[in-house]
Nanobody
Framework: QVQLVESGGGLVQTGGSLRLSCAASGRTLSIYRMAWFRQTPGKEREFVSA????????DHTDSVKGRFTISRDNTKNTVYLQMNSLNPEDTAVYYC?????????????????WGQGTQVTVSS
């Protein structure tokens, strides 16, 4: 099993920055890929960004490309999401996810483990 704990969410003004952290524990050596998803009321949980545990290979959804950067520190079993140039459309609960196998696509069903989520609110 893998346990994930997110942190770093908060309130920020438009144009500001936040860095989210996701600390993994348990069978961390078995993790193939970790990802960030986000969800707003009335919408499906959407993919934001992903990184292979090896650090080689990243994906981003188009809406955050150029603004968000995903990285990992395997010595700390932690994945980060640096969020810059935030706008109100980025407001959501952000979830960290992990998968032990190579996912076919970056969708919610492809990931096995989830954190509790951290709220990001961007004010206009």
């Amino acid at each position: 099993q893998v346990q994930l704990v997110e942190s770093g969410g908060g309130l920020v003004q438009t144009g500001g920055s936040l860095r989210l952290s996701c600390a993994a524990s348990g069978r961390t050596l078995s993790i193939y890929r970790m990802a960030w998803f986000r969800q707003t009321p009335g919408k499906e949980r959407e993919f934001v960004s992903a990184i292979n545990w090896s650090g080689i290979g990243t994906d981003h959804t188009d809406s955050v490309k150029g603004r968000f950067t995903i990285s990992r520190d395997n010595t700390k079993n932690t994945v980060y999401l640096q969020m810059n140039s935030l706008n109100p459309e980025d407001t959501a609960v952000y979830y960290c996810a992990a998968v032990l196998r190579r996912p076919v696509v970056n969708t919610e069903r492809e990931y096995d483990y989830w954190g509790q989520g951290t709220q990001v609110t961007v004010s206009s």
